[in-house]
């Protein structure tokens, strides 16, 4: 595929203040293009910021907002004048099963992952289709498997991936080119947050298989990424060979791919209910950074 050069593009991130985000951004101004970085943790901004150079633009935002989102936008054309590539990669995780979770971290977990990737991609596509350039959205492994008590985190991911499907075909006349972005487990605070906190997250992590079971460094996961960009892929798999898993995809909901996620799922239910008995259902369901966001919104 030829190479789309990255030297001058303006590329519009969201979740940018830590993780892929934040290393992607890096290594987009590596890579010599003019990076925006939006999320709504401006302070985790500042810092993704003192790791690129030129300073870059920062915007402190909620993708839940749609109208923030055009606002965003229309900054971002104001100080720029085009935007290139959109990156759609702001995202959270709750945890836990369907009937003993907390139901408003189970919604905002969609409102976030999936309607704020079409919020932010929708803002920009006018620019970037006077651009002919590139969307990409950061969808995960659990699009495509989808283990227990993530049900909130796979169903957005999926959802995130059928949205990149459809508008590849719809806007490939435009010139347009979409690619969905598929890590495995990868060293940032979501995961991290996993491991520390939530013991049937240590449980379903435990029983992944090698190779499934290693964890990457976010920065090899941004030079994959960033690698996709400069091809304008249609998938992005992180690492590469989770292409193969995505190609076995209906195999996964086999009796025969479900016996580990069966046997620890009475487990991981026990688990789950001494965390909830102990902490409350909304601890035990998500991070604190997490649950707090969502009680600043609640109290605003």
């Known amino acids: 595929?030829?190479?789309?050069?990255?030297?001058?593009?303006?590329?519009?991130?969201?979740?940018?203040?830590?993780?892929?985000?934040?290393?992607?951004?890096?290594?987009?101004?590596?890579?010599?293009?003019?990076?925006?970085?939006?999320d709504i943790d401006l302070l985790g901004l500042q810092t993704t910021a003192a790791r690129v150079t030129p300073v870059p633009?920062?915007?402190?935002?909620?993708?839940?907002?749609?109208?923030?989102?055009?606002d965003a936008v229309a900054r971002t054309l104001a100080r720029s004048?085009?935007?290139?590539?959109?990156?759609?990669?702001?995202?959270i995780a709750s945890i836990g099963p369907v009937h003993l979770s907390d139901p408003a971290l189970w919604r905002r977990t969609?409102?976030?992952?999936?309607?704020?990737?079409?919020?932010?991609?929708?803002?920009?596509?006018?620019?970037?289709?006077?651009?002919?350039?590139?969307?990409?959205?950061?969808?995960?492994?659990?699009?495509?498997?989808?283990?227990p008590h993530m049900s909130?985190?796979?169903?957005?991911?999926?959802?995130?991936?059928?949205?990149c499907n459809s508008m590849r075909i719809e806007l490939a006349a435009h010139g347009v080119a979409v690619g969905s972005i598929h890590?495995?487990?990868?060293?940032?605070?979501?995961?991290?947050?996993?491991?520390?906190?939530?013991?049937?997250?240590?449980?379903?992590?435990?029983?992944?298989?090698?190779?499934?079971?290693?964890?990457?460094?976010?920065?090899?996961?941004?030079?994959?990424?960033?690698?996709?960009?400069?091809r304008r892929s249609r998938r992005i798999c992180v690492p590469p060979f989770l292409r193969a898993v995505h190609a076995l995809r209906p195999l996964l909901t086999t009796r025969l791919?479900?016996?580990?996620?069966?046997?620890?799922?009475?487990?991981?239910e026990q688990a789950f209910l001494e965390s909830a008995a102990a902490r409350g259902a909304s601890a035990a369901s998500a991070s604190r950074r997490v649950s707090s966001q969502l009680r600043r919104e609640a109290d605003y």
């Open 1 to 38: 595929m030829a190479r789309w050069p990255l030297g001058g593009r303006v590329v519009f991130i969201t979740g940018a203040a830590s993780g892929i985000g934040a290393a992607g951004a890096v290594e987009l101004a590596r890579r010599g293009a003019t990076v925006v970085l939006a």
């Open 57 to 70: 633009d920062l915007i402190e935002l909620d993708v839940t907002d749609a109208s923030a989102c055009q």
């Open 81 to 91: 004048g085009k935007i290139d590539a959109v990156w759609a990669n702001a995202g």
């Open 110 to 147: 969609i409102e976030v992952n999936l309607l704020g990737a079409y919020n932010t991609v929708r803002a920009a596509l006018p620019a970037v289709i006077d651009a002919q350039g590139y969307v990409a959205v950061t969808a995960s492994m659990a699009s495509f498997g989808h283990p």
């Open 152 to 163: 909130a985190y796979s169903t957005s991911k999926a959802g995130v991936e059928a949205m």
């Open 183 to 230: 890590p495995t487990w990868i060293d940032t605070d979501m995961v991290r947050e996993g491991d520390k906190d939530f013991p049937s997250f240590r449980i379903l992590r435990a029983v992944a298989r090698p190779p499934l079971r290693k964890t990457y460094a976010a920065d090899e996961a941004a030079r994959i990424i960033v690698d996709g960009f400069e």
């Open 257 to 268: 791919f479900e016996r580990d996620y069966l046997a620890i799922a009475p487990e991981m």
